[in-house]
DNA sequence: CGATAATATATCGTGTGCGATTTAATATGT
DNA sequence: ACATATTAAATCGCACACGATATATTATCG
């Protein structure tokens, strides 16, 4: 790479990053408009499918999000009836999110969308997970990172 | 892949593009900051240095955003004093977005950028050109599917 | 030439996303 | 026990991002 050719565009590889998350969003959207969900509600569906009853802090772990984008999103799928937030006895600072019957009945319905999906991408399943986990392994270099200068302290509260 | 797995988050290659998207663009933000933009106002100050004057319709292109993204954007990045903003003399409906002389001046800042960001990646140049070829070819697959199937007529407005 | 279609951008409403801060609850240290 | 620190969510302000629609301009067709 010369250094002439570091700001391309088209030589950037967080520009392909940014652009494939948009295109992979956007083959979404009319599969999920089945379910009446946004990708990020389906993703917080996804986790809940798995493990049902976590708290948002968990939620958010997993799906690498703040409690910011997450509360207003769980109080949408509150009103849309497919969880239920109640705060833990045990701890009564932690909000904890239960699929509804509506909420599981969505799973049935959601079985439709890695197939369409998969379609989309013109490619077959191995050469996806190939490249998942080689994008994962590039994804958690970068969270490293920045955990690291915050720990350092050279942004943040110090 | 199991069918009973295709809904496990961790095997979804749609959400390792959409988290590491979300991870690259958290490690540009302390970079940017010195240049005063967000990713996206870099991504439009990219397509600018390559070829200064372009529409909206071909920034829009190039970095596969709509119209309604980019109109507020460029706004900004004009009263941030770093683009101009005038109507096309030969049509009229088109918008000539140009740099100025402060935006001009920002490419020299931006130069530290490309190699900051290598050094989050925890990998070489040219494993993240490999990793970028494949993912913009699966890129370029949902979006030609889009298409496709927006010519066909299956969503819009037929 | 004038009605109609197509094109380019802008506007509007909704839903993410994040950093910074706030609020409330629990843990810790003396 | 009680002041202090830490933790977990929520709130706030700002900036994307898109679909749907509106507006203005240009192109096309009879």
Redesign the interface.
């Given at each position: 790479?010369d250094?002439n050719d570091?700001?391309?565009?088209e030589?950037?590889?967080?520009?392909?990053?940014?652009?494939?998350?948009?295109?992979?969003?956007?083959?979404?959207r009319?599969l999920l408009e089945a379910l009446g969900l946004t990708?990020p509600q389906y993703?917080v569906m996804?986790?809940l499918?798995?493990a049902d009853g976590q708290t948002v802090g968990g939620i958010a772990e997993?799906?690498?999000?703040e409690s910011s984008t997450l509360t207003p999103l769980l109080k949408r799928l509150e009103a849309m009836g497919f969880a239920e937030r109640r705060r833990n006895p045990e701890n009564e600072r932690q909000l904890i999110v239960s699929l509804t019957a509506a909420g599981w009945a969505l799973?049935e319905k959601?079985?439709a969308i890695?197939?369409g999906?998969l379609?989309?991408?013109?490619?077959t399943?191995p050469e996806?997970?190939n490249?998942?986990e080689?994008?994962?392994e590039?994804?958690?270099?970068?969270?490293?990172?920045?955990a690291e200068?915050r720990r350092i302290g050279?942004?943040g509260e110090g």
């Open positions: 790479m250094a570091a700001l391309k565009l030589s950037q590889f967080c520009f392909a990053v940014y652009s494939a998350a948009h295109a992979v969003m956007r083959a979404y009319p990708y993703l996804l986790v499918w798995e997993r799906l690498m999000l799973q959601a079985m890695p197939p999906i379609a989309c991408s013109g490619r399943a996806l997970t490249l998942r080689a994008l994962v590039v994804r958690d270099s970068f969270a490293a990172a920045r200068s050279e942004v």
